[in-house]
């Protein structure tokens, strides 16, 4: 158990949609980063938060929102959703200038778009 | 922005032969280097991570090397088991500067 939470562990929703995905970081770690896995395909960055503040951006859709509160927890919406969004979103946290930068990731969310 | 490339995309070995995964990196700045296994439909999870103050690093039958100059840092695989096979990613980063950059993995396939 990597202490990363993400709920809903698996999704199944329509086209046009939208979901929410949650992830409540490790104890103590303040950054979170979120990335998309589809099937057989490298991990894609898609946003980076550090304590509240977001700090880097990766190939993320206009469609697709992140934002990470005041209690760390993090929430990635996902809007207007295609077939091509089917995959598993991952979460990651770590301590982000503590004392390392090793990132661990939760179980993650399926997400299936019929 | 830091670009990361990971070679082979796939790989096959004999059970109990030697597997290795390099990896390049083109910022040099980047002086953090983990390695992630990730099994099917699992989690990727941390399995030896490496600073740029040292040039190689072991823990029982997996070692990674790094090469400051050359930009490239290489996972070696002892001893390999069919337990071995799954996905490996390599990542780079620079320390407390909070950003990964992950390269497109290596399909490890240890065959009995």
Do not use: M
Not at chain 2, 4 to 19: C, I
């Amino acid at each position: 158990d990597s202490g990363v939470t993400q709920t809903p562990k698996h999704l199944i929703t329509a086209t046009g949609q939208r979901v929410t995905l949650r992830c409540s970081p490790r104890s103590g770690d303040l950054s979170v980063y979120w990335y998309q896995q589809s099937l057989d395909q490298g991990l894609q960055f898609l946003i980076h938060y550090y304590n509240g503040e977001e700090r880097a951006k990766g190939n993320i859709l206009e469609r697709f929102s992140a934002q990470q509160f005041p209690d760390l927890h993090s929430e990635l919406n996902l809007s207007s959703l295609e077939l091509g969004d089917s995959a598993l979103y991952f979460c990651a946290s770590s301590a982000g200038g503590g004392d390392g930068n090793t990132i661990y990731f939760g179980e993650g969310s399926w997400l299936t778009v019929v | 922005g830091e670009n990361v490339e990971q070679h082979p995309s796939t790989l096959s070995v004999q059970e109990g032969d030697s597997a290795v995964i390099k990896c390049t990196y083109s910022d040099s700045a980047s002086n953090y280097f983990p390695w992630y296994k990730q099994e099917l439909g699992k989690r990727p999870q941390l399995i030896i991570d490496i600073r740029s103050n040292v040039g190689e690093k072991k823990d029982q039958r997996i070692a990674v090397t790094l090469n400051k100059t050359a930009k490239h840092f290489s996972l070696h695989i002892t001893e390999t088991q069919p337990e071995d096979s799954a996905v490996y990613f390599c990542a780079a980063s620079i320390e407390y500067g909070q950003n990964f950059v992950f390269g497109p993995g290596t399909r490890l396939s240890v065959l009995p």
